[in-house]
T-cell receptor, first 112, second 110 residues
């Protein structure tokens, strides 16, 4: 079945450690996105990538980094510079710029 | 992308139509209106989108005003499973940037 897979579903890390969240899609979509969601809040855009080896900052990119070495994969690294990393992280993809977005089921990151 | 404004919350009785409004007064001519919903702790799900004509699919109807400054998502017979946060998004203009707002939290009451 085609879709977007985020792993793991739950992730725990100690403060000061970098952590990488995985996002893989087998939909052959060109563009991919990372969002952060805090409790009771909407989605905020962290980074997005239109094509391989290219990505742009969203509205809250500070403390995060991404790579897009393969079309299917768009991993997000939450660095120790992110002051409040505990949140629900969602990955999405679209096939072309006006198409609808497909979302993964999210990774809930808790930093203690 | 144009900014959207939605009420933070709404209630609807089960079996009745749920009408969710969205204001997008700065929308430009080549921008589309999209609707998504997010059931608790899941990824958002696409519902419908339109440019200027009304649209209908198996999930919902989208009514866009003639001046395109606002729209309404209609769930014709709301069920308890429609309880979710509904996001109205405006996008287009050749950009891939995809911005979600805070949405409307719809609660369907038995």
């Amino acid at each position: 079945d085609g879709g977007i897979t985020q792993s793991p579903k739950y992730l725990f890390r100690k403060e000061g450690q970098n952590v990488t969240l995985s996002c893989e899609q087998n939909l052959n979509h060109d563009a991919m996105y990372w969002y952060r969601q805090d409790p009771g809040q909407g989605l905020r855009l962290i980074y997005y990538s239109q094509i391989v080896n290219d990505f742009q900052k969203g509205d809250i990119a500070e403390g995060y980094s991404v790579s897009r070495e393969k079309k299917e994969s768009f991993p997000l690294t939450v660095t120790s510079a992110q002051k409040n990393p505990t949140a629900f992280y969602l990955c999405a993809s679209i096939i072309v710029w006006l198409s609808e977005a497909f979302f993964g089921q999210g990774t809930r990151l808790t930093v203690v | 992308d144009a900014k959207t404004t939605q009420p933070p919350s709404m209630d609807c009785a089960e079996g009745r139509a749920a009408n969710l409004p969205c204001n997008h007064s700065t929308i430009s001519g080549n921008e589309y209106v999209y609707w998504y919903r997010q059931i608790h702790s899941q990824g958002p799900q696409y519902i419908i989108h339109g440019l200027k004509n009304n649209e209908t699919n198996e999930m919902a109807s989208l009514i866009i005003t003639e001046d395109r400054k606002s729209s309404t998502l209609i769930l014709p017979h709301a069920t308890l499973r429609d309880t979710a946060v509904y996001y109205c998004i405006v996008r287009g203009g050749g950009t891939y940037k995809y911005i979600f707002g805070t949405g409307t939290r719809l609660k369907v009451l038995a």
